[in-house]
């Protein structure tokens, strides 16, 4: 018999851990859904793998979407964190943009992650053409670094102005650091981000040393409990540009795990599209938490190359763009002091959950009205972590704080909290497509998640979505993203040079160069690519302007010309303006070098349906439904075993173990050759 080699991808959201495991000798799929373990989500993690696999020396590689670094930033729950700074420039952090939370507000606060007695100052200077006026103390900085270690910071940036330019006083004051300092978690700011604009460099420097013990000690758990159980094989990290890196790169680079768990969703929606013939998507993730919204078009996420976690929470590196609003199946609802329903963002999560968990929570969920109105089987709750959900506990919550209040019946008032939640959701559809110019009606929903698929037919309607594309194991598919992901390692460093003034040769070899030094990264990793690419880019604008315009640059074998850089240039700026300034001189402000490393992809066939049946034949019965303010008899049936081209006319509703498909009145479904659910209004 031969024997299984698993790669294995775990997805761990604020209230399930999904694990997604593809054996690569028989290319076979298994997924497993179970409840996240909070405070150390690394036995979640465990535990999830040893259901379905027995022996873990058979695993060769894990991958891993984490949520720690999203919630630590969240929460404010990262390490206390120092700051060493040039003299003069200690509230750097605090200052930011002179933004406020509220832009029309009377009145706001904000407090950054490091407050100011944490934030020191020492004499040096690197003037913004990179010369030294003033060389940095080193005996200083240590006298500085022991002060903020016996204060009590565990974590420590470096930060010194004008440090893209040159950064040797920075890195003379780090090495000094390192030298006292009681651990590891040293953070040099040009390390992290060698790019012009001080708020920004600083912010993300900060917020990876404020990650650095928090995620490093969850990683290191993580490795103790895999190694404890057999495994001897490979950890990879996802990263919120959508690709993977080594855990040990993960540790030093904590901050680029901001948006990990919700990329890998992305990564997976993105390859399964493809597959199925759909090149423009919105992906619609929804769990107990939070409603993760990604626009993709012509096959392509789209990447921000700077990204506000949460007011004052600048982290500039390049992460996929994604809209998150507190609308998930566990968000709270209630009614306001002025009598209004509200939902979210306060989430009952996965302990205590929702009131039809019966773990201690009283106050209404969205999971909650969906059992109310039929559309969740109680008898078959996902997740494995109970027998049965409690409908008339969820009732009467309902009742109490929402019908009652409201005067309406229970049956309205769960129905008002779907059409609230829903209203909520369409709102982040609409912001990634009609506010950036793209029209709805070309884009089909992908939704996933414990919840996604119950809310799809009410998005088609509300936004005017073409279709939806429900993947075949929708509860499960970050874990999916976390298999098929490449490795992927970014770089950027400022120029800041006028383009007739700059040696383009010169410039290109130094890219060349940077890249080769990324590509070693790959190298060491220790994992198989299919293939390995180069991404080049430049950072440009015409002297005068703020803004820049991506660039994108085709490296010639015979060198880089100011000829060609000008050209890309303004053909990249007339596709985004529709016009050129004639007579401005240009300037490049940085570059930008992605390699990537290829994985083998994997085939989607192995989704399709095998030996499936007609629908009819996967009928389980009828469950009374209520939507649109009447009930409906909706036919119950078992997902995963319809065949290929069945089709089904709503209300329906489709089972399976991670989660459940709602198909509203006046839309049907049909079962693609892949095993997805493609939806579609009728008629």
Excluded at 339 to 358: F, T, W
Excluded at 462 to 483: I, K
Excluded at 511 to 531: H, I, K, W
Aim: aromatic share 6%; hydrophobic share 45%; proline share 4%.
């Amino acid at each position: 018999m031969t024997k299984p080699a698993y790669v294995i991808g775990v997805d761990v959201g604020g209230t399930f851990t999904d694990v997604f495991i593809l054996d690569e000798t028989t290319g076979t799929v298994v997924t497993a859904k179970v409840p996240s373990t909070r405070g150390d989500q690394s036995k979640g993690f465990v535990e999830g793998i040893a259901q379905k696999v027995a022996d873990f020396a058979d695993i060769r590689t894990v991958v891993h979407g984490t949520t720690v670094g999203t919630n630590a930033l969240l929460e404010r729950k990262g390490a206390r964190t120092g700051i060493i700074t040039t003299e003069g420039f200690r509230d750097v952090l605090e200052m930011r943009r002179r933004d406020r939370p509220t832009t029309w507000g009377l009145k706001g606060s904000f407090t950054p992650v490091v407050e100011r007695p944490d934030r020191v100052e020492v004499g040096e200077r690197i003037l913004a053409d990179g010369s030294v006026l003033r060389v940095v103390d080193e005996a200083e900085v240590k006298s500085r670094a022991l002060d903020l270690a016996e204060a009590g910071c565990e974590a420590v940036c470096v930060f010194f102005i004008n440090g893209y330019a040159n950064n040797d006083n920075e890195a003379r004051a780090v090495e000094a650091v390192r030298s006292v300092w009681p651990n590891a978690y040293v953070t040099a700011a040009t390390e992290i981000l060698p790019e012009i604009r001080e708020f920004e460099r600083l912010s993300t420097a900060t917020l990876n040393a404020y990650l650095q013990p928090v995620v490093s000690s969850y990683l290191d758990r993580l490795e103790k409990g895999l190694a404890a159980r057999g495994f001897t094989g490979d950890i990879l990290i996802v990263q919120s540009n959508g690709g993977v890196m080594s855990i040990d790169t993960a540790k030093r680079y904590p901050v680029r795990t901001a948006l990990s768990g919700p990329a890998a969703g992305v990564i997976a929606a993105t390859a399964i599209a493809k597959a199925a013939g759909f090149e423009n998507i919105i992906t619609c993730d929804m769990g107990g938490t939070s409603f993760d919204v990604s626009l993709v078009a012509g096959g392509e996420a789209a990447l921000a190359a700077q990204t506000s976690i949460d007011f004052g929470m600048v982290v500039r590196t390049p992460m996929i763009e994604i809209t998150t609003i507190g609308a998930g199946g566990g968000s709270i609802a209630h009614v306001d002091k002025s009598g209004l329903l509200q939902v979210g963002p306060e989430s009952a999560g996965s302990d205590p959950g929702p009131v039809c968990y019966g773990l201690g929570n009283d106050r209404p969920t969205v999971t909650d009205a969906n059992v109310v109105l039929g559309r969740i089987n109680a008898d078959r709750p996902i997740g494995g972590k109970l027998d049965r959900l409690d409908v008339e506990a969820a009732r009467t919550a309902i009742e109490t704080h929402i019908a009652t209040p409201l005067g309406l019946t229970v049956e309205a008032a769960a129905e008002a909290i779907l059409k609230l939640a829903n209203a909520k959701m369409a709102g982040a559809i609409r912001l990634v497509s009609i506010e950036k110019g793209h029209d709805p009606a070309k884009f089909s929903a992908m939704p996933f998640g414990g919840g996604g698929a119950l809310h799809t037919g009410a998005l088609i309607k509300e936004v005017g979505l073409a279709s939806a594309l429900v993947p075949r194991f929708p509860g499960v598919t970050s874990a999916l993203g976390c298999v098929v992901a490449d490795m992927r390692h970014d770089r950027v460093q400022t120029v800041n040079r006028l383009l007739d003034h700059l040696d383009a040769a010169d410039l290109g070899t130094e890219m060349m160069r940077v890249a080769d030094e990324t590509g070693a990264l790959l190298d060491g990793a220790g994992v198989a690519f299919a293939a390995v690419d180069r991404v080049f880019e430049l950072d440009m604008l015409y002297l005068g302007q703020t803004h820049t315009v991506n660039v994108a640059l085709a490296m010639p074998v015979d060198g880089l010309t100011t000829a060609a850089i000008r050209s890309a240039f303004e053909a990249a700026y007339h596709e985004t303006y529709g016009r050129l300034l004639d007579g401005i001189p240009m300037r490049v402000m940085n570059y930008r070098i992605a390699v990537i490393g290829r994985r083998p992809g994997l085939d989607m066939a192995v989704f399709a349906p095998v030996g499936g049946k007609p629908a009819d034949a996967c009928r389980t019965g009828t469950r009374r439904v209520f939507s649109d303010g009447a009930w409906h008899d909706a036919g119950i049936f078992e997902r995963l075993q319809l065949e290929v081209g069945a089709t089904i006319s709503g209300p329906a509703l489709l089972e399976q173990a991670d989660t459940t498909i709602f198909v509203d009145p006046g839309l049907g479904a049909r079962v693609d050759a892949y095993g997805n659910l493609v939806i579609t209004p009728v008629g």
